[in-house]
């Protein structure tokens, strides 16, 4: 059986890094993986992939040549694969390795509602690879918590990283992981003078346990809300029900400097890609409730 996993998430979630520390990490592990890069625009990378798309295609000579704009020059390219598809046949050959990690470009619209990546995992499927996806979100996200749970506004109505996430699951429909990445970014609160830093911290991390499996309460009693439209303030109340009453979302942490972590997110990869998703899915190892002090709040 081959198996693969599409790394999917929005621009800079952090993909291109996840896929060179989990390369690093199977080699590390004694396993080995090859490295497909699907980004046609993609300029540098840390870990050479073995497989590319810009062999076939490049953005840069779609946008020059047929005069589109980049997201058009995306879904070009993307049709371009799918119409030339032996190509890919090709490259991928007689691999039997462990994974073939996918680093997928960063516009979340082809997760969310384009048939294009649905068809690649199909064709993949056919020539006998078992498929997963982890989707990234920055673990800055949770820093607003509007942005990280329903729509906000810019100048248009934007969907949170939840809902992103939901709708890419429900678009590809294949065993999926949501991982919050970049969490050695969250530091705990309070600077190393702060001595109470480390309390901090760890209320912190308890706060977080409440993004990792999406609690909307959070959202309760906030005021940081500044649209004054009534339609929009109803919207989001149905958002905060459904995302209540469809649990679909979860999250797992991972912090790429930290081995135990990687280890954690590539054993939920193994079982995930070779047994679909758990009803209950494991714990993060790293959130025990020991690990948080008693609230005095
Ligand atoms: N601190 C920290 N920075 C990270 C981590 N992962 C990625 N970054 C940084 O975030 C930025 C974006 O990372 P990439 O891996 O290029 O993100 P990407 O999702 O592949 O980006 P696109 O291909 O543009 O969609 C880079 O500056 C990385 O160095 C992480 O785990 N921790």
């Known amino acids: 059986m081959r198996y693969a996993v599409l790394v999917t998430g929005p621009a800079g979630s952090g993909k291109s890094t996840f896929c060179s520390s989990m390369m690093t990490h199977l080699q590390a592990s004694r396993r080995t993986g090859h490295l497909m890069n699907l980004d046609p625009a993609a300029e540098y990378f840390e870990y050479e992939p073995s497989i590319d798309i810009r062999e076939l295609i490049s953005l840069e000579d779609t946008m020059n040549e047929l005069d589109y704009g980049p997201n058009g020059g995306l879904i070009y390219c993307f049709e371009y694969l799918l119409q030339n598809i032996d190509w890919l046949d090709e490259e991928l050959g007689e691999y039997e390795e462990d994974y073939l990690l996918i680093d997928c470009p ?3 619209e082809l997760y969310t509602h384009h048939p294009l990546l649905p068809s690649l995992v199909k064709h993949l499927n056919q020539i006998g690879f078992r498929t997963c996806a982890v989707y990234l979100l920055e ?14 506004t810019t100048s248009v109505f934007k969907p949170s990283g939840v809902l992103s996430a939901m709708s890419a699951m429900v678009n590809l429909e294949i065993p999926w992981i949501n991982i919050l990445s970049k969490m050695d970014l969250i530091t705990g609160g309070g600077d190393s003078d702060d001595p109470n830093a480390a309390r901090n911290g760890l209320r912190k991390k308890r706060d977080i346990q409440r993004y990792l499996e999406p609690d909307p309460m959070l959202l309760l009693g906030g005021n940081e809300e500044t649209n004054s439209n009534m339609r929009f303030h109803t919207l989001n109340k149905a ?22 972590s990687l280890e954690n997110a590539l054993s939920h990869i193994d079982h995930v890609v070779q047994y679909g998703e758990d ?19």
């Open 279 to 297: 009803e209950e899915p494991k714990e993060p190892k790293d959130l025990d409730e020991g690990d948080f002090p008693e609230e005095t709040e």
């Open 139 to 152: 673990s800055q996200f949770i820093e607003d918590r509007y942005k990280f749970f329903r729509l906000y």
């Open 239 to 260: 958002i905060v029900q459904l995302i209540e009453d469809h649990p679909l979302v979860q999250f797992l942490p991972l912090d790429l400097t930290n081995t135990d």
């Open 106 to 108: 960063g516009q979340i």
